[in-house]
C-alpha cells in the first residue's frame, strides 16, 4: 500500500504552508502578494461564504462528502492530508477574521449535525464515511495518459490510502473540542440505543470513532476532553448490563457483547487521551473509574490497566492499590495474573511512609487462594461431565492451572524488579511464627528464587524457618502436590535449585526439607526430562563425599522407591543409580544398605518363575519390585570373597539387602492377589514356605555369605605360642560373622523379612550359641565334692564345682589349671531374684579367652554380643517372634570371669598374659551385659502377655547393678594392662617417658645419691680447711641439684603414666558395645524409685516429706546417675538443632573404613531394611518419648527433682556426708541437662504436635503425673505455662538452696532457668501471648506473668554477682559473663503507656536501672579498691579478673538500649511528657557512656588491649545509632528543650574524643584488633562532626561551638611530646589530619586542647 503524498508534492506543500504563513503574518497587506486568481477566490467566499457550513467547506478545499451512500469522501488528487488540514484551517480563519461565520459557529454546528445525524440510515452512512479511509479522485496520470485510479466501497485493494476525514479535522484546533465532544455524544447515543444489527454499524463505528481519538498530536482542550470521556464512559456503564447480566442474558448475546466491548475499548483508550495529569484531574479520573469498577465487576483488570497507564500521585495509587487487594480474594482465578503483575508493578516504591503498604501487598499476595484444589459447584460440574470417560484434568482444573501458572510468572517478574518488595516479603515470612505458614508462601518464595540476586536471600530464610520448624513436609506437599501443571515454570528456574542447596546446608532440618523437595518435586512432575534433572542431582549430591548430604539423597531414593509406583517410575533412570556402585567402598553401611535396596528395587527379576524346571535354567522375567540385576549380584560376591573386614562388609549388607528384596517380593505378590496384611510381617504365606523358589534362593545367598564370613583355623596347628600371648599378640580385625550378625538383626528389627528366614536363622545359630558360649549345670542331684568358699558377694555361691559339667571350666573354678595365660575362674554376676538358684547354664567366657586358639581366643568373643542380639531380637514379638520368654535365661545366668581378686588387689601381680585374659574376659563381659539390657529392656518396661514383668524388670535391674561393678573393674583393668587392646583396634603406643625413664622413679636411687653425700658435725667441719669446706659445699650442691632433678623426672612420669592410664581406660570404654536410649526406660521402674515400689504416689511422697527424713532416702547412686546420663544425651541427641548434625553414637554407624562388630541396632536409628523408614528427625524423637511417657520416666525424674530440691532448700543439707554430697551433685547435674535439653528443644514449640508433647512431658517433669494423656487432645495454653513456672520454681529451688561454692554447678542451673524462661517466650510468641520484650498494657495479665518469672532470673542472677565465693574461683566470661547478661537481659521495665513516667522510673526503665547498677555498683568502685584488683565489696565477683566481663556486658547493653529507646512508643509520642521522659532517658544512657570511657582514661591499670577493644567496638555501635536516631530527634526537638540538647552534645563529644584517642593509641602499639576497627569507628565521629554542625546550622546557634586543632594525648589525656611520637612515615602525615578532624567541634572553650 503506497502513500498518496508523492515526492513530487513535497516543494507544492511547503510552498503553500509559507504562504499560509505569510498571509497570517503580513495581515492587511496579503492581497500584495496574491494572484488575481487568488483574490477572486477570496471574493467569491466574502459573497458566498455567509450560508457556508462545512460540507461546503470541505467542498472548497477539495473533499466531496455528499454521496456516502456511493462512495466515501473523496478527495482531490492534488490535496494531500497535510494540505487539507492546512487548507482548512486557513479557510476557517479567514471566515472568522472577516466576520463571515464568527467564531466559526455555523461550520461547527452543521459538523455537529453531521455527526450527530438522524435516526435513518443516511447518517449512519455519512458517519461511517466521515470516519473511513477518503478516496482520492485521480481523473488520469500526471502526464494526462493512461487510466485513472477508481476506488469504490466495495473494493478492498486500491492503490493510494487517505486518512479518515474526522481524522484530520481533529487536527483543526478551532474543531477539535467540539468534534470530540460530538463524537463521544455519538458513542454514548450507540450505547444506549438498540440499534439495528444486520448492517452491522453498530459494531463498526464506535470502534473508528476510538480509533480516530487514539494518539492525537496535540488536545486542545484537555480538561474539556477529560470531562467529556469520563461522562460518556459513566453514561455507557450506566446502560450496559453488569457481569452478572451478562451471565443470565441468552436472548440478546450479540447486543450485550458489543456493549461491553465498547465499554472495554473506551477505558483502553482514556490513558491515551487524557493528558491532564493535575491531581484534581486525576483525582475525577481516579473516582469515575472506581465507581465504574463498583458498578461493574467485571471492568476490574481493563480499570486496573488504566490505572496503571495513569500518573497518579502516591495517595491515589495506594487508594487503588486497596481496592485491588480487596479483589485479590473474590475475583476469579483467571483475573490473578493481571491483578497480580498490577500489584508487583504499580505499588508504590518503599519509604518511610509507605512501608505499611507494601506489607498489606505482601500479606494479600500470600492469602491469595492460589495452590487449591477446591473449586466451585459450577468448575466441579463441569470437570465431573469432562472426567467422565477418562482420567484426565478437566476444563475447569486445566484453566485454573494456566491461571495460576501465569500468575506466578507475573510475580516471578515483579519480584526480580523490585526489591524493596522482595525485602518486604521476606520480613514478614520472618517474623511469621510456626504454624501460621500457607502454601502460597511457598510459591511466592520460589518466586523470588527465579531471580539470581534473590537466591541467596530465599535460601536463608527457608533455612531459618525449617530450623525453626516452620517450614514442614507436610507444607511443601501442600503447596506442590497437584500443582504440577501451575509450578512448571519455577521447575527448573528456582525450585531445583533451592532443593540443591538446602541439601547441602549444614543444618539436618534444612537437608531433611531439601530431601522432602525433592521427593515432592519428582511425584508431582511426570516428564521424564524433569525427572532426569531431579535423579542426576541426587546422584551428584551422593558423590558429594559429604556422609550428610549423601545420607539424605539416599533417603530420598527410599522413599521413591517405598511408595506405590515409585519403582516403576525410577527404572528408567536405573543407569545412573548403577554407577554408584563406583564409589560403593566411600559409602557407610546405612547408604550401602539404601543403595543395595534401591538397585534391587528398580533392576531386573532375578528370581525364577513358578514353572522353572528343578535345574534353575528357566527363563527371568522382567517385573516391578524385582530382586537386582546380574552387575550387582557380581559386586556383592566379590566383596564376600576379599579378605579386608571393610570389603566383605559390602558384600555382607548386599547379601542381607537381597533377602529382604526376596521378602519383599513376596509380600508384593500377596497384596496383588488380595492378601490380607498381618500387622506384625505384612508378609503371606509363599513367605512361611522354605520351599519356595524366591525364599530358596534368598537363604542361599545368606548361606553364601555366611560361609564367607567363617574364619576357619585347626585347633591346635595355628596356636599363639607363650611368648606372643605375654605380649598380648592376637587378632586386631573385626570379625566378619560378627557383623553378618549385626546386619540380619537390622533386617528382622526392619519387619520385612520372611517368617521362613527367620526361622532358618533360629535353627542355625541357636546350636552355636549353645556349644560355643554356653555351660551346663547337672540337674540331677549327686554327692559332691567340697565346694570352694566363694570370694565375694559378686560370686555365685552354694554351688558344687560337680554341678560344672564341663571339665575344663570346673578346673577354672577350682584353680587347677596350670596354664600361664588363665587366672584363676569364679561364678559370678547371676541375675536370679529366687530364693533358690534355678540357672541351669552359664557364660563361658574365661574359658574361651584362656584359651591358645586364635578363633577361640580372638573370634568367638566378637560374635556373642551380634549373636545374642540376633536371636532375642527373632524371639521378640514386636518384631514377629513368639517372645523373649524361651531365651530370657540369658539374663540372669552368671558368668564364669576370674575372680574378683584377680581383677582387683592380685590383678598387677599377674603375669601379662593372665592381665591380657582378665581384661579381656572383664570387657567383653561388660559388652554382654549391656546387650543384655539393650535387648530385653523394653520387654521389662512394657507388659507383655504370658510374661512375668516383675521378675524380667528384676533382672534387668539386678543386671544394671552388675554393668556398673563391670565397668568399674574395667577401668581398672584396662588402664594397668598396656598390652590389652579391644577387638578391630591397635593397641596405644606406650609414651617414651614410660620405656627409656621408669627406673628413675625408684626410692633405692634417690636413696643411693643421698647416702653418697658426706655429713660431717660441727667438730669436723671446724677441722677442714677452707678447701676441704669448698668442696664440700659443692659436693652437697650437686648432690641437692641432682635429688631435685630425679625428683621432678619422677613427677613428670607418674604424670605421663597417669595420663597413659587414662587413655588406655577410654580406649577400652569407647570400644564396648554402646547402650541403647531405651535403657533409660528403666528410670520408670519401682525398683529404681527413690521411694520404693509403690507405684503412683512417689510424686506425692517426694513433696510430702520433709529435709530430715529426705535424708535418709538415697538420691543418685551410680545405676541412676547411669540412666540419667543416659536420658540426658539421648534428648541432645534426638533434639539437637546445631549446624553440625549431633549424631550419638548408638543412633549410628560406625566409620565405613574401620567398620567393627559392635555397632548398636537401635529402636530409633534409620533402618532402611524398615517398610516405612521413620527417617525424618523429628520423628523419630517422638516416637522416644512416645515411650518415656509411657514408662514414666519423666515421672521418675520428677521424684529425683523433688527430693533434690527439699534436700538442698533444708538448712540441715549440710549434714550430708561427702559421698552423698557429691551424688547429690551429680544426680542434680544430669537432672538439669534433661530438663534442659527438654525445654531447649525447637520442635516442643513449633509446632502443636511437639506442644503437646512438651504438655504431657511436663505434667510429668513438674507434678509427677503419671496419668498422661492423648497426644490428640488440644493443648491447654495455661495448663503449659503453669507447668513451666512450677519448674522454674523447682529448678530455682535446687539451684540457690544449700551452701555449694562451685559456681560451674550453679551456672548449669542457671542455663537451665534460661532455657526454662527461652521456652516461655518463644510458647509465647507462637501462641500469640504478650512478651515483656515489647510494651505491653499494664493490665495485661499475660505479660505480668511473663514479666515476673524473668524477673525471677533477674533478681536470682544478681544475687549470685553479689554472692562471696571462695578464693579459688575462677572469673571468666562463662560464668560471671553469663550471669551479667542474663541480669541484664531480663530486668526490663516496661514503659507505662497509659501515664507519663516518674522520676524515679526514668532512671530505670528498660535496662537502664541494671546497666546503672552495674556501673555505678561495681565498675566505679573498682579503682577504690587497693591496686584496682578487688573484689568490690557489694559485687564481689567484681574484680580486675572479671573487669573484662563486666565491661563487655554494659557496652554490649547500651547501644541495643538506645535503639530500644527508639523504637519505643515514648519518642513516638508528640506529648510534652513523653518528649521531656525520652530525652532524659537519652541523657542518661549518655552519662552512662561517658562514665564507661573514662574508666579506661582515669585507671591506668585497665589501659588493657582487650578492654580498649570492648571500648571501641561498643562505642562505635552506640554512636551509629544515635547519630542516626538521636540527633534527628533532638533536631526536632531543638527549639523547645535547646539546654539539655547542648548539654548532650557536650557530653557525647567528650567520650568521642576518648575514643580518638583509643584508636591513636592503637596505631602507636600497632594492635591489629584496634586497627581493624579504627575505619569504621573514624567514620562515625567524622559523620557526627558533620552531623552536629548541620545541627545547630539549621537552629542558628552556631556560636555555641567552635572548632580548633587537637593535640596528641595519651589515653589518660596527657600530651604528646612530638619527639616522643614514633609514627610511620608512609602513615605520619595522613595520621596527624586524622587525628585534627576526629574531634575537631568544641562545644566549650575549656574542652580546647589548645595552649
Not at 43 to 68: F, M, Q
Not at 814 to 834: D, E, H, I
Not at 1240 to 1263: C, P
Request: contains cysteine; glycine residues 6%.
Amino acid at each position: 500500500m503506497t502513500s498518496i503524498v508523492e515526492e513530487s508534492e513535497v516543494p507544492v506543500r511547503k510552498k503553500q504552508r509559507r504562504t499560509d504563513e505569510e498571509s497570517e503574518k503580513n495581515g492587511g497587506s496579503r492581497e500584495l502578494l496574491l494572484s488575481v486568481a487568488e483574490q477572486n477566490r477570496l471574493e467569491k467566499i466574502r459573497h458566498e461564504g455567509a450560508t457556508w457550513g462545512l460540507t461546503e467547506v470541505l467542498l472548497e478545499c477539495g473533499v466531496d462528502i455528499r454521496n456516502p451512500a456511493e462512495h466515501n469522501c473523496r478527495i482531490e488528487a492534488d490535496v494531500s492530508s497535510t494540505s487539507l488540514r492546512a487548507s482548512v484551517h486557513a479557510l476557517l480563519c479567514e471566515m472568522n477574521r472577516n466576520g463571515i461565520d464568527p467564531n466559526n459557529a455555523r461550520v461547527i454546528e452543521t459538523m455537529e449535525e453531521l455527526v450527530a445525524g438522524s435516526d435513518d440510515n443516511s447518517s449512519q452512512l455519512l458517519l461511517s464515511s466521515l470516519l473511513s479511509p477518503m478516496e482520492p479522485t485521480i481523473p488520469q496520470d500526471a502526464d494526462g495518459s493512461g487510466s485513472p485510479v477508481v476506488v469504490s466501497r466495495n473494493n478492498k485493494t486500491h492503490t493510494n490510502v487517505q486518512p479518515s476525514l474526522i481524522k484530520i479535522l481533529l487536527k483543526v484546533e478551532v474543531l477539535q473540542p467540539p468534534l470530540l465532544t460530538a463524537l463521544f455524544l455519538m458513542l454514548a447515543e450507540l450505547g444506549a440505543a438498540a440499534e439495528d444489527e444486520e448492517n452491522g454499524l453498530n459494531s463498526a463505528v464506535p470502534r473508528l470513532i476510538l480509533s480516530q481519538i487514539k494518539w492525537l498530536d496535540r488536545i486542545v482542550d484537555a480538561e474539556g476532553l477529560t470531562s467529556t470521556a469520563l461522562q460518556c464512559l459513566s453514561a455507557l456503564v450506566s446502560t450496559s448490563p453488569s457481569s452478572v447480566d451478562h451471565a443470565e442474558d441468552n436472548g440478546s448475546t450479540s447486543t450485550t457483547k458489543s456493549k461491553h466491548s465498547l465499554v472495554l475499548d473506551l477505558i483502553a483508550t482514556l490513558p491515551d487521551i487524557l493528558v491532564d495529569d493535575t491531581p484534581e484531574r486525576m483525582e475525577e479520573v481516579v473516582s469515575t473509574l472506581r465507581d465504574v469498577r463498583d458498578e461493574d465487576p467485571s471492568l476490574l483488570l481493563p480499570v486496573l490497566d488504566a490505572f496503571g497507564s495513569l500518573r497518579l500521585t502516591r495517595e491515589q495509587m495506594n487508594l487503588i492499590v486497596d481496592d485491588a487487594l480487596r479483589s485479590l480474594h473474590t475475583c476469579h482465578v483467571s483475573a490473578l495474573p493481571t491483578l497480580c503483575s498490577f500489584l508487583v508493578q504499580q505499588v508504590p516504591p518503599d519509604n518511610h511512609d509507605n512501608g505499611d503498604l507494601l506489607t498489606r501487598v505482601v500479606d494479600g499476595l500470600r492469602h491469595m487462594r492460589i495452590g487449591e484444589t477446591d473449586l466451585s459447584l459450577d468448575d466441579a460440574a463441569e470437570s465431573s461431565r469432562s472426567n467422565t470417560n477418562n482420567k484426565r484434568k478437566g476444563p475447569a482444573l486445566l484453566q485454573r492451572a494456566d491461571a495460576e501458572a501465569l500468575t506466578l510468572e507475573a510475580l516471578s517478574r515483579g519480584f526480580q524488579y523490585r526489591q524493596d518488595l522482595t525485602a518486604a516479603l521476606l520480613q514478614t515470612v520472618k517474623a511469621t511464627p510456626p504454624g501460621y505458614h500457607a502454601a502460597a508462601d511457598v510459591w511466592l518464595l520460589l518466586c523470588c528464587a527465579v531471580a539470581p540476586h534473590n537466591r541467596g536471600k530465599v535460601r536463608s530464610v527457608v533455612r531459618s524457618k525449617a530450623g525453626s520448624g516452620a517450614f514442614t513436609k507436610e507444607l511443601l506437599q501442600d503447596a506442590i502436590s497437584g500443582n504440577g501443571q501451575a509450578l512448571g515454570f519455577l521447575f527448573q528456574s528456582a525450585a531445583l535449585t533451592l532443593a540443591d542447596s538446602l541439601l547441602r546446608a549444614p543444618e539436618t532440618s534444612s537437608r531433611e526439607l531439601g530431601g522432602s523437595l525433592y521427593l515432592q518435586l519428582f511425584q508431582e512432575f511426570g516428564d521424564l526430562m524433569q525427572r532426569q534433572e531431579i535423579v542426576g542431582s541426587l546422584v551428584t549430591h551422593v558423590g558429594s563425599g559429604s556422609l550428610p548430604e549423601v545420607d539424605t539423597a539416599m533417603e530420598v531414593f527410599s522413599h521413591i522407591v517405598g511408595t506405590t509406583t515409585g519403582t516403576t517410575k525410577l527404572r528408567p533412570f536405573s543407569s545412573f543409580l548403577i554407577s554408584l556402585l563406583d564409589h560403593i567402598q566411600q559409602l557407610t553401611s546405612s547408604q550401602v544398605r539404601r543403595l543395595f535396596l534401591i538397585l534391587f528395587a528398580v533392576g531386573d527379576n532375578d528370581f525364577y518363575d513358578a514353572d522353572d524346571d528343578d535345574m534353575g535354567d528357566g527363563p527371568r522375567t522382567v517385573g516391578v519390585g524385582s530382586g537386582g540385576s546380574d552387575d550387582v549380584h557380581i559386586v556383592i560376591r566379590k566383596h564376600l570373597s576379599l579378605t579386608p573386614i571393610s570389603m566383605k562388609r559390602i558384600g555382607i549388607i548386599g547379601a542381607v539387602a537381597f533377602a529382604v528384596s526376596a521378602s519383599t517380593i513376596c509380600a508384593d505378590t500377596a497384596r496383588d492377589a488380595s492378601f490380607t496384611e498381618t500387622e506384625e510381617t505384612c508378609l503371606n504365606d509363599q513367605s512361611n514356605d522354605p520351599t519356595s523358589r524366591v525364599i530358596k534362593e534368598a537363604i542361599d545367598v545368606l548361606s553364601m555369605a555366611c560361609d564367607n564370613c567363617v574364619q576357619r583355623t585347626k585347633l591346635g596347628t595355628n596356636d599363639y605360642t607363650e611368648d606372643e600371648l605375654n605380649r598380648g599378640v592376637g587378632s586386631h580385625t573385626a570379625s566378619a560373622l560378627a557383623l553378618y550378625f549385626d546386619e540380619l538383626c537390622y533386617a528382622v528389627r526392619g519387619r520385612r523379612l520372611a517368617p521362613a528366614i527367620k526361622a532358618w536363622i533360629r535353627e542355625r545359630f541357636q546350636t552355636d550359641l549353645e556349644d560355643i558360649y554356653l555351660g551346663d549345670f547337672a540337674t540331677e542331684d549327686s554327692e559332691t565334692q567340697p565346694t570352694a568358699p566363694p570370694i565375694s558377694q559378686n560370686e555365685v555361691p552354694s554351688r558344687s564345682l560337680e554341678k560344672i559339667e564341663n571339665p575344663r571350666d570346673r578346673a577354672l573354678v577350682a584353680g587347677s589349671v596350670s596354664s600361664f595365660t588363665a587366672p584363676q575362674g569364679a561364678m559370678r554376676y547371676s541375675c536370679n531374684t529366687l530364693d533358690a538358684p534355678t540357672y541351669v547354664v552359664y557364660l563361658r567366657l574365661l574359658p574361651l579367652l584362656a584359651s591358645r586358639d586364635p578363633s577361640e581366643r580372638d573370634i568367638f568373643p566378637q560374635q556373642l554380643c551380634p549373636l545374642v542380639q540376633l536371636l532375642v531380637t527373632c524371639h521378640d514379638k514386636r518384631y514377629g517372634g513368639v517372645g523373649v520368654g524361651d531365651v530370657d535365661g540369658l539374663l540372669g545366668c552368671p558368668m564364669l570371669l576370674p575372680t574378683e581378686a584377680s581383677v582387683g588387689m592380685e590383678f598387677e601381680h599377674l603375669p601379662p598374659a593372665k592381665q591380657w585374659t582378665a581384661t579381656a574376659a572383664v570387657f567383653f563381659a561388660t559388652c554382654f551385659c549391656r546387650e543384655l539390657i539393650n535387648v530385653f529392656i523394653h520387654s521389662a518396661a512394657f507388659r507383655v502377655e504370658g510374661q512375668d514383668d516383675e521378675e524380667l524388670r528384676a533382672m534387668v535391674v539386678e543386671r544394671l547393678r552388675c554393668l556398673v561393678r563391670l565397668e568399674e573393674d574395667l577401668r581398672f583393668t584396662s588402664s594397668k594392662c598396656s598390652i590389652f587392646s579391644p577387638p578391630g583396634s591397635t593397641p596405644l603406643p606406650v609414651p617414651r617417658e614410660l620405656t627409656m625413664f621408669a627406673e628413675d622413679i625408684e626410692e633405692p636411687v634417690l636413696s643411693e645419691i643421698s647416702s653418697n653425700v658426706p655429713h660431717g658435725n660441727d667438730e669436723s667441719s671446724e677441722k677442714m680447711t677452707k678447701e676441704e669446706r669448698k668442696a664440700l659445699a659443692v659436693i652437697k650442691k650437686a648432690a641437692a641439684k641432682k635429688i631435685s632433678e630425679r625428683a621432678k623426672s619422677k613427677q613428670k612420669i607418674l604424670k605421663a603414666r597417669s595420663k597413659f592410664e587414662a587413655a588406655l581406660s577410654e580406649h577400652a570404654r569407647k570400644a564396648l558395645r554402646p547402650l541403647g536410649s531405651l535403657v533409660c526406660l528403666a528410670l520408670g521402674f519401682p525398683e529404681l524409685s527413690i521411694l520404693g515400689q509403690e507405684d503412683g504416689v512417689g510424686s506425692q511422697r517426694a513433696l510430702s516429706l520433709g529435709a530430715s527424713q529426705l535424708h535418709n532416702l538415697k538420691v543418685g547412686g551410680p545405676v541412676t546417675l547411669m540412666l540419667l546420663s543416659q536420658l540426658s544425651e539421648s534428648l541432645q541427641a534426638l533434639f539437637s538443632s546445631g549446624k553440625v548434625s549431633v549424631v550419638p553414637r548408638f543412633m549410628t554407624s560406625r566409620s565405613p573404613v574401620d567398620e567393627e562388630p559392635g555397632e548398636l541396632i537401635n529402636d530409633f536409628a534409620t533402618n532402611p531394611y524398615a517398610k516405612c523408614d521413620a527417617s525424618i528427625h523429628g520423628t523419630r524423637a517422638f516416637a522416644f518419648l512416645d515411650l518415656t511417657l509411657a514408662a514414666g520416666v519423666f515421672a521418675s525424674v520428677h521424684e529425683h527433682l523433688a527430693a533434690v530440691a527439699e534436700i538442698r532448700g533444708s538448712e540441715n543439707d549440710g549434714g550430708l556426708d561427702d559421698d552423698r554430697e557429691a551424688d547429690t551433685k551429680k544426680c542434680s547435674q544430669h537432672l538439669l541437662s534433661c530438663v534442659n535439653s527438654i525445654v531447649s528443644a525447637q520442635e516442643f514449640t513449633s509446632n502443636a504436635k511437639g506442644r503437646k508433647y512438651l504438655e504431657l512431658i511436663l505434667k510429668e517433669l513438674s507434678g509427677g503425673d503419671r496419668e498422661g494423656g492423648n497426644t490428640s487432645d488440644p493443648v491447654s495454653v495455661s495448663g503449659l505455662n503453669k507447668s513451666l513456672f512450677d519448674l522454674f520454681d523447682l529448678v530455682d529451688e535446687i539451684v540457690m538452696g544449700g551452701n555449694t561454692d562451685d559456681l560451674s554447678f550453679v551456672i548449669q542451673g542457671v542455663e537451665c532457668l534460661e532455657a526454662v524462661v527461652n521456652c516461655i517466650l518463644r510458647l509465647g510468641t507462637v501462641l500469640k501471648v504478650p512478651s515483656t520484650i515489647t510494651e505491653q498494657p499494664v493490665e495485661d495479665k499475660s505479660a505480668r506473668k511473663v514479666a515476673g518469672i524473668r524477673k525471677k532470673l533477674s533478681d536470682l542472677c544478681r544475687r549470685l554477682l553479689q554472692r562471696q565465693w571462695i578464693d579459688s574461683t575462677k572469673f571468666g566470661k562463662s560464668n560471671v559473663g553469663k550471669l551479667i547478661m542474663l541480669y541484664v537481659e531480663h530486668s526490663c521495665i516496661t514503659i507505662p503507656l497509659n501515664r507519663p513516667l516518674t522520676a524515679s522510673e526514668t532512671s530505670e526503665v528498660g535496662h537502664i536501672g541494671a546497666l546503672q547498677v552495674l556501673m555505678k555498683g561495681a565498675l566505679a568502685e573498682l579503682p577504690n579498691t587497693a591496686g584496682c584488683k578487688g573484689p568490690v565489696e557489694g559485687f564481689p565477683t567484681c574484680c580486675l579478673q572479671s573487669f573484662g566481663s563486666y565491661y563487655s556486658a554494659v557496652f554490649a547493653f547500651l547501644p541495643k538500649e538506645l535503639n530500644n529507646l527508639f523504637e519505643s512508643s515514648l519518642v513516638k509520642s508528640d506529648t510534652a511528657d513523653s518528649i521531656e521522659a525520652a530525652i532524659e532517658l537519652l541523657c542518661c544512657l549518655v552519662t552512662l557512656f561517658g562514665d564507661l570511657c573514662d574508666l579506661t582514661k582515669e585507671n591506668s591499670v585497665l589501659v588493657r588491649k582487650p578492654y580498649l577493644l570492648s571500648q571501641l567496638k561498643g562505642g562505635t555501635r552506640f554512636m551509629e545509632i544515635f547519630v542516626a536516631r538521636a540527633v534527628p530527634y533532638l533536631q526536632k526537638h531543638f527549639q523547645q528543650h535547646n539546654g539539655i540538647v547542648i548539654t548532650i552534645i557536650k557530653e557525647i563529644q567528650k567520650s568521642t574524643r576518648q575514643l580518638g584517642r583509643v584508636i591513636a593509641h592503637g596505631k602507636r602499639e600497632k594492635d591489629a584488633n584496634l586497627a581493624k576497627e579504627t575505619p569504621r569507628a573514624k567514620k562515625i565521629l567524622e559523620t557526627f562532626m558533620h552531623t552536629v554542625k548541620r545541627l545547630f546550622r539549621k537552629n542558628r546557634c552556631m556560636t555555641a561551638i567552635w572548632c580548633a586543632n587537637l593535640k596528641n594525648r595519651n589515653i589518660d589525656g596527657s600530651i604528646i611530646e612530638d619527639e616522643k611520637i614514633d609514627v610511620d612515615n608512609s602513615g605520619g602525615d595522613e595520621s596527624s589530619k586524622e587525628d585534627e578532624v576526629e574531634a575537631e567541634l568544641l562545644t566549650d572553650e575549656s574542652d580546647s586542647d589548645e595552649e
